[in-house]
């Protein structure tokens, strides 16, 4: 054979083999989403969004809350409101997702893309077992045959891991735990099958070991069952462990789209830059974390070498001593309490214990208790912000709450100041309230959605009698936590989470306290508002030398945050020490179980 016979078979048979090559690479795409955007009322909300998702692959999609993440799925499923203005393409399997009319949603919801939320409580029927509901979410369900989809769904829960599945089935939701309802949600998406899972923030608001176990769950189901993910966070971190290709969002543009490694290795925007760095780091305590908007402003006031030591100063890598206040954005303002203070014990916690009571006899008397605390010993020190970590569950928060005599405890003794609380009349409980101030986890519920921002951080001037100029103290310390003076008049809905978690914090400073209570008062943020979050805690402890117990479950906050941290299991505090010989030294498995579960990149 002629060498120009070679050439021709050789041409020949690499056409054939390139165009067999992208027809399998076609009918590998599960999803092709080309110039999708969508807009509400003349208000674009996601601009020019495209993207491929292929057989068995998994998408992250990353982005602050308000960047279209949710919106620009939720319009594959048709469930966005009539107002919404939907164009562009989405083709699921040669199926146009995008000029479905309802009845050809409904039979692709459920059936070929499914769906989990963000809340498992609020997504869950509390007036129906989980069995029933995960049974209702079957496309076909022949009479007769009750028991056979019984077993059906009860195989499913223990595909996703649920403890006891038989008796999960009769359950209601308000009888298992948040980690055991989302996996409820999951067995809910997986019940028909389908080809595309969307996971909308399935781990927001979970502890670290939860949220550990559900993403390789996740991870577990896609390779077993070749299911394609796209999975919604604002986390990179968590992105990290799931996903094959990331795109990243801000305000409806996609700003970043590639391979997993190269966006959380090699990031080329400024923005995906400041999300990466605005997580607090795990090897070093710096004095400030990063924030996006200093990212896109090009703004640095991070020292990369700026390190905390145990002493609480912090110092860069030639070991100079770095000036805390003169980088603090409050360190033009008077501080009342920015004089030198002796380390003395604020609180006193000695053996306390607090019993709920599970179930009474006919004459009311306790047949079935649950020690949510049990017989805790320790000290917060005046000036210092003691860290609180453990699951859900533990009794963190029943243990703030109890310092607060929010609630009450069944033994044991709380001392302020030298000061027996337990002596103390209700009236002058009542008197003591300016000095021990809450910050709750959720600043939507917590806030009054009838009055405005203004009246809501003034009403605990009103509440225990202070005189004077109130809107005048209030817009001060609205500018303190970085709320515009002429926002007064606004109320909550306008606000974003986080200016809402700022109006919550300005309500708890109002009074000047001396302890605050910070109960998962940044769990559910957005990294990059959690970052602005903390530093401006670390702002306020250092300008009024305010003494915090900082609440979470992310071990990652409360070492950035922290002076000093306990670890508390099961009502029990298991470990306390520096955040440094936490994480270097961890002298019980429970907290090396917790270290080992935070996310991470690389």
Not at 304 to 314: D, L, Q, V
Not at 550 to 561: A, E, N, R, W, Y
Request: hydrophobic fraction near 35%; charged fraction near 25%.
């Amino acid at each position: 054979m002629h060498r120009k016979d070679f050439c021709i078979y050789g041409t020949l048979f690499s056409g054939v083999a390139r165009y067999f090559t992208v027809m399998k690479d076609e009918k590998d795409i599960v999803l092709q989403v080309e110039n999708l955007n969508v807009s509400f009322d003349g208000r674009t909300v996601v601009e020019g969004a495209s993207y491929t998702l292929r057989h068995g692959e998994a998408l992250g999609i990353v982005g602050e809350s308000g960047s279209g993440k949710s919106v620009s799925t939720l319009a594959l499923m048709g469930l966005l409101p009539k107002n919404a203005k939907v164009s562009g393409s989405a083709k699921m399997n040669g199926t146009e997702l995008l000029t479905l009319d309802e009845e050809g949603f409904r039979n692709i919801r459920g059936k070929r893309i499914s769906m989990i939320f963000q809340e498992p409580m609020t997504s869950l029927n509390p007036v129906q077992k989980c069995g029933e509901q995960v049974l209702e979410m079957l496309s076909s369900r022949p009479k007769g045959r009750d028991a056979e989809q019984r077993e059906q769904v009860i195989e499913l829960f223990r595909e996703v891991l649920l403890p006891r599945p038989e008796k999960i089935f009769d359950s209601y939701p308000h009888e298992i735990s948040g980690g055991q309802k989302q996996r409820v949600m999951i067995a809910m998406a997986l019940i028909n099958e389908p080809d595309i899972i969307i996971a909308d923030e399935p781990t927001t608001a979970l502890d670290v070991t939860v949220q550990k176990t559900i993403l390789e769950l996740l991870k577990q189901l896609q390779e077993r069952r070749s299911i394609s993910i796209i999975f919604i966070t604002h986390d990179l971190g968590v992105i990290a462990q799931v996903a094959d290709n990331i795109m990243v969002m801000y305000r409806g543009k996609t700003v970043e789209y590639g391979a997993a490694a190269d966006i959380l290795h090699h990031p080329q925007q400024p923005y995906t830059r400041g999300l990466l760095a605005c997580r607090p780091p795990l090897d070093s305590r710096p004095r400030r974390l990063p924030t996006v908007e200093e990212y896109l402003s090009g703004e640095r006031r991070v020292e990369s070498g700026e390190r905390r030591t145990e002493s609480g100063e912090w110092r860069t890598e030639n070991g100079e001593q770095h000036n805390a206040a003169a980088c603090s954005p409050l360190s033009t303002l008077h501080s009342p309490l920015s004089t030198p203070h002796s380390p003395l014990p604020l609180i006193s916690v000695r053996d306390l214990s607090v019993t709920y009571t599970l179930k009474r006899s006919l004459f009311g008397k306790p047949l079935q208790t649950l020690k949510g605390v049990d017989g805790i010993t320790f000290d917060i020190m005046e000036g210092e912000t003691l860290g609180l970590v453990g699951e859900s569950g533990c009794g963190k928060s029943t243990l703030g709450r109890a310092l607060l005599h929010l609630i009450d405890h069944s033994s044991g003794s709380i001392t302020y100041r030298g000061r027996s609380l337990d002596a103390l009349s209700r009236s002058e409980i009542r008197a003591l309230r300016p000095k021990l101030q809450i910050i709750f986890q959720d600043p939507y519920s917590s806030l009054n959605p009838r009055i405005t921002v203004g009246e809501a951080i003034a009403e605990p001037l009103r509440v225990h009698g202070k005189n004077g100029k109130w809107k005048d103290r209030v817009i001060e310390l609205m500018e303190q936590v970085g709320l515009r003076p002429e926002w007064y008049d606004r109320y909550p809905h306008e606000f974003s989470g986080g200016q809402r978690q700022r109006v919550c914090i300005a309500r708890a400073l109002i009074l000047q306290p001396e302890l605050v209570v910070c109960d998962e008062s940044v769990s559910a943020l957005d990294v990059s508002v959690q970052a602005q979050v903390l530093n401006l805690l670390n702002d306020l402890k250092e300008h009024y030398r305010y003494t915090y117990l900082f609440i979470t479950h992310d071990l990652s906050v409360v070492k950035f945050l922290s002076d000093r941290i306990m670890v508390m299991q099961q009502g029990r505090i298991v470990e306390t020490g520096t955040p440094d010989e936490l994480f270097a030294h961890p002298q019980t498995d429970y907290t090396r179980t917790l270290i080992e579960a935070i996310p991470r990149i690389g």
